[in-house]
């Protein structure tokens, strides 16, 4: 059984830091991607980043890119999403997702963590 447990969520004022992780079990990732998405209050789930499990590519939505930073261990089959200068507007539930089905649709989800950031 498939599962991706995330931590690091908590509440910080507007400008600090915090950094998530979420660790995989049930199987490796090895040659899949894994990425971390959010949910803000009143809002639908968005992307935040991704990488490529081998090759250490990476991605990000614009409203993060120069602050937050998505790494990976592969011995530890985990993946860390690394936040600073943190706004109001980043708080959210975060949610860990990891491989891909045939359809290119993210295949495992995480149970989210809350990040809260006051102003």
């Known amino acids: 059984q498939v599962q991706l447990v995330e931590s690091g969520g908590g509440l910080v004022q507007a400008g600090g830091s915090l950094s998530l992780s979420c660790a995989a079990s049930?199987?490796?990732?090895?040659?899949?991607?894994m990425g971390w998405f959010r949910q803000p209050p009143g809002k639908e789930r968005e992307f935040v980043a991704r990488?490529?499990?081998?090759?250490?590519?990476?991605d990000y939505a614009d409203s993060v890119k120069g602050r937050f930073t998505i790494s990976r261990d592969n011995a530890r089959n985990t993946v860390y999403l690394q936040m600073n200068s943190l706004k109001p507007e980043d708080t959210a539930v975060y949610y860990c997702?990891?491989?891909?089905?045939?359809?290119?649709?993210?295949?495992?989800w995480g149970q989210g963590t809350q990040v809260t950031v006051s102003s």
């Open positions: 997702a990891a491989g891909k089905d045939f359809l290119n649709r993210w295949r495992y």
């Open positions: 049930g199987r490796t990732f090895s040659s899949d991607e």
């Open positions: 990488i490529k499990w081998s090759g250490g590519s990476t």
